[in-house]
């Protein structure tokens, strides 16, 4: 009977142990990157994303705000000239943004959100890409939208900016905590 205690307590600890071990790991593997989540937002949906993915890192939120914001009437993609159409039919536009990141060089990763337009980026995220040196940084987007995958805007983004050290994106439309914290996992992170 002693012995099967001392067994079962045994094994008790070592379990305890190595999951004490692995927490450990995880905290270690986290602390050693400094995370930014830089993200641009016209309706407050990928800001809701770009918290959860801070919340799960423990990174940096940046807003990456127009210097001059978009009204109702600039996001009505049914009109061919409203000003987000415009932007968006010109591959050269570069919205201005209101507050450069001026600390770009403290992090090491850097997400970038934003809502999917035309089955792209906006082009304020092409500004602050050119805006800023990436290079030697992990480069990870991800998305909103209400029905474009971000397979198109991630492919063109990394085709457009090749130097740079793309990771997987990932659509977070009402994307729970979980299911963050599993995509930053299976990124490494």
Known sequence: MYKCLLVLLSVVGMVTAIFAQQKQDMNSKQSNHKFLVAYFSATGTTAR???????????????????????????????????????????????????????????????????????????????????????GKTVIPFATSGSSSIANSAATLKRTYPALNWKEGRLLNRSDEKTVRTWIDKLGY
């Open 49 to 135: 994303a770009a918290q959860k993915v801070a919340d799960a890192t423990g990174g940096e939120l940046y807003a990456i705000t127009p210097a001059q914001p978009y009204t109702d009437a600039d996001l009505d993609w049914h009109d061919a000239q409203s000003r987000s159409s415009v932007e968006m039919n010109d591959a050269k536009a570069r919205p201005a943004i209101k507050d450069e990141k001026k600390n770009i060089t403290d992090y090491d990763v850097i997400f970038i959100g934003y809502p999917i337009w035309w089955n792209l980026a906006p082009r304020i995220i092409n500004t602050f890409i050119e805006n800023h040196d990436l290079k």
